[in-house]
């Protein structure tokens, strides 16, 4: 099922589904912000699916005057985290400021590295710290990760920030900017639900910013980090497709100028190519409107990208992606396209496909007389018999 190419598919047409039978979108998945602990539990389904994952560094013995480093690792085995400061990863109690850092009923705090002194002016020290996920020793994702800012007070000279990102480093959702009283200890927690409301684990990496500084340089913010909760990681077979949204309305404003256009266009319309079951691209594109491009599979929506186009003077179509291509397994799309005439038929040729094309008169795969088939040929050109040879359309 989640082969790259539709060998098989040619190979057996029988086991295709009917025709016209183009897999609905997945639910699509959102991220929600949460500022209460309890909501953000009860959001992952925590008290009917067991716990969540909770680093609070009680733990963490023999602390004294100095921070004491902790391993990336740290919470690798035991809860699916790994924790990565710019320069090192530590805990305190108070990070000699107890009255910012106060940490409450907790005793333990986190800070990323590196230290910088005190009296540090310039460079003042570690403020990010990233959050990745494992699963019996593969990387993994969570549906939903908070954890505790303290001391969130000057978001004007330095905005904390919690932002989630998917397996592809696209981001899915952030906040920032958030801030509360000297010494507060403030929750925000990002969880990804379907259209369902299922927690959906797409989060595969978590950034997060405290400050500015290393927290006992007096000089700008200093924040530190506690509690961090999320959903137990997965991998593996629980693969549900990342976070799309947008477009929507560019889609709209094609399939508007599309239908005024009735088909008067040298190559406007509605393109597709796949086989029916883990490749399905589908590509609208309008002179005006832009393009519109998905990709449906076996498990729902694997991408999606839209934007304008432009013309060049070859006559070639140029996709102008608003989200990141990423270009491989089921994902991307080529941003380069060549309009080709055959017939009545109009396909879209990546540029280095073309004299192949033209050559072998659509090679060993056209004209299809299915809408399956390797290249993107317009919806409904299927039924549409060839005359002549293939020819490339430049105007
Ligand atoms: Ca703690
Ligand atoms: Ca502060």
Same mark, same amino acid.
């Given at each position: 099922?989640?082969?790259?190419?539709? !060998?098989? *598919?040619? @190979?057996?047409?029988?086991?295709?589904?009917?025709?016209?039978?183009?897999?609905?979108? @997945?639910?699509?998945?959102?991220?929600?912000?949460?500022?209460?602990?309890?909501?953000?539990?009860? *959001? !992952?389904?925590?008290?009917?699916?067991?716990?969540?994952?909770?680093?609070?560094? /009680?733990?963490? +013995?023999?602390?004294? @005057?100095?921070?004491?480093?902790?391993?990336?690792?740290?919470?690798? /085995?035991?809860?699916?985290?790994?924790?990565?400061?710019?320069?090192?990863?530590?805990?305190?109690?108070?990070?000699?400021?107890?009255?910012?850092?106060?940490?409450?009923?907790?005793?333990?705090?986190?800070?990323?590295?590196?230290?910088?002194?005190? +009296?540090?002016?310039?460079?003042?020290?570690?403020?990010?710290?990233?959050?990745?996920?494992? &699963? @019996?020793?593969?990387?993994?994702?969570?549906?939903?990760?908070?954890?505790?800012?303290?001391?969130?007070?000057?978001?004007?000279?330095?905005?904390?920030?919690?932002?989630?990102?998917?397996?592809?480093? #696209?981001?899915?959702?952030?906040?920032?900017?958030?801030?509360?009283?000297?010494?507060?200890?403030?929750?925000?927690? *990002?969880?990804?639900?379907?259209?369902? &409301?299922?927690?959906?684990?797409?989060?595969?990496?978590?950034?997060?910013?405290?400050?500015?500084?290393?927290?006992?340089?007096?000089?700008?913010?200093?924040?530190?980090?506690?509690?961090?909760?999320?959903?137990?990681?997965?991998?593996? +077979?629980?693969?549900?497709?990342?976070?799309?949204?947008?477009?929507?309305?560019?889609?709209?404003?094609?399939?508007?100028?599309?239908?005024?256009?009735?088909? &008067?266009?040298?190559?406007?319309?509605?393109?597709?190519?796949?086989?029916?079951?883990?490749?399905?691209?589908?590509?609208?594109?309008?002179?005006?409107?832009?393009?519109?491009?998905?990709? &449906?599979?076996?498990?729902?929506?694997?991408?999606?990208?839209?934007?304008?186009?432009?013309?060049?003077?070859?006559?070639?179509?140029? *996709?102008?992606?608003?989200?990141?291509?990423?270009?491989?397994?089921?994902?991307?799309?080529?941003?380069?396209?060549?309009? #080709?005439?055959?017939?009545?038929?109009?396909? !879209?040729?990546?540029?280095?496909? #073309?004299?192949?094309?033209?050559?072998?008169?659509?090679?060993?795969? /056209?004209?299809?007389?299915?809408?399956?088939?390797?290249?993107? !040929?317009?919806?409904?050109?299927?039924?549409?018999?060839?005359?002549?040879?293939?020819?490339?359309?430049?105007?």
């Amino acid at each position: 099922m989640l082969s790259l190419l539709p !060998l098989t *598919l040619l @190979a057996a047409p029988q086991a295709l589904p009917p025709e016209g039978a183009i897999p609905r979108a @997945a639910p699509r998945v959102r991220l929600h912000l949460v500022e209460d602990p309890a909501r953000f539990a009860a *959001l !992952l389904g925590a008290t009917e699916r067991g716990d969540l994952r909770r680093v609070d560094f /009680e733990e963490v +013995q023999g602390i004294g @005057a100095d921070p004491v480093l902790i391993r990336p690792e740290r919470y690798a /085995e035991s809860d699916g985290l790994i924790l990565t400061g710019e320069g090192g990863q530590y805990v305190h109690t108070d990070f000699r400021f107890p009255h910012d850092y106060a940490a409450g009923d907790s005793r333990v705090q986190f800070a990323p590295g590196p230290i910088a002194p005190p +009296q540090a002016r310039g460079w003042r020290g570690g403020c990010r710290t990233q959050a990745t996920f494992v &699963h @019996a020793g593969r990387p993994a994702r969570v549906a939903g990760f908070g954890a505790v800012f303290v001391d969130a007070d000057w978001p004007d000279r330095a905005p904390c920030r919690l932002a989630a990102y998917d397996q592809n480093g #696209v981001l899915l959702g952030e906040t920032a900017g958030f801030s509360g009283a000297n010494g507060s200890r403030l929750f925000r927690g *990002l969880v990804a639900l379907d259209e369902d &409301h299922q927690p959906a684990a797409v989060i595969a990496r978590v950034e997060l910013v405290s400050g500015d500084e290393w927290p006992w340089v007096d000089v700008s913010e200093g924040v530190v980090l506690d509690d961090l909760v999320f959903s137990p990681p997965t991998s593996g +077979q629980q693969w549900r497709p990342t976070w799309f949204a947008g477009g929507e309305e560019r889609e709209a404003r094609i399939d508007a100028e599309l239908a005024e256009l009735a088909g &008067h266009h040298p190559w406007a319309g509605s393109y597709y190519q796949g086989d029916g079951t883990g490749v399905n691209v589908s590509l609208k594109l309008a002179p005006d409107g832009g393009f519109y491009f998905s990709w &449906h599979g076996c498990l729902g929506e694997y991408d999606r990208n839209f934007g304008r186009i432009s013309i060049d003077e070859a006559g070639l179509i140029h *996709l102008h992606c608003e989200r990141p291509n990423v270009r491989k397994g089921f994902q991307g799309i080529d941003e380069l396209l060549a309009p #080709v005439r055959w017939g009545d038929r109009r396909y !879209l040729l990546p540029p280095e496909k #073309v004299v192949s094309f033209l050559a072998e008169e659509g090679g060993r795969w /056209e004209p299809r007389d299915s809408i399956w088939g390797f290249d993107l !040929l317009r919806l409904g050109d299927e039924d549409k018999a060839v005359a002549g040879a293939p020819e490339r359309i430049v105007e």
